[in-house]
Nanobody, 127 residues
Framework: VQLQASGGGLVQDGGSLRLSCEVS????????VGWFRQAPGEEREFVAA????????YYRGSVKGRFTISRDNAKNTAYLQMNSVRPEDTAVYYC?????????????????????WGQGTQVTVSS
């Protein structure tokens, strides 16, 4: 199983960026996908998640209305569209996959629920 996160980079305050997470080695639609981030000196934190069929999405409060998680099961890829980024969004962003057919009822925000992780992609927001 491989998760390949990409799309990170340097962006100005208020700008946009789209992260991608390409997954291989599993039946993608049987897995929820989550995005997490870790800033220097900080704990890794939940950002957003989407259920396997894309029927349900979850966001941390500080990114609601700015970030959008989506997925294309035909391409085995999940996305995180980041708009109106802020310097506090600077972090390494990780995608992860959780085996579940449920759209709700699980703790999608807990990294312990996820079975597979990709390497991170750095996002730096300049002020």
């Amino acid at each position: 199983v491989q998760l390949q996160a990409s799309g990170g980079g340097l962006v100005q305050d208020g700008g946009s960026l789209r992260l991608s997470c390409e997954v291989s080695g599993l039946i993608f639609s049987n897995y929820a996908v989550g995005w997490f981030r870790q800033a220097p000196g900080e704990e890794r934190e939940f950002v957003a998640a989407i259920s396997g069929r894309g029927a349900k999405t979850y966001y941390r409060g500080s990114v609601k209305g700015r970030f959008t998680i989506s997925r294309d099961n035909a391409k085995n890829t999940a996305y995180l569209q980041m708009n109106s980024v802020r310097p506090e969004d600077t972090a390494v962003y990780y995608c992860a996959a959780m085996k579940t057919l449920l759209d709700y009822g699980l703790d999608f925000e807990s990294e312990r629920q996820y079975d597979y992780w990709g390497q991170g992609t750095q996002v730096t927001v300049s002020s």
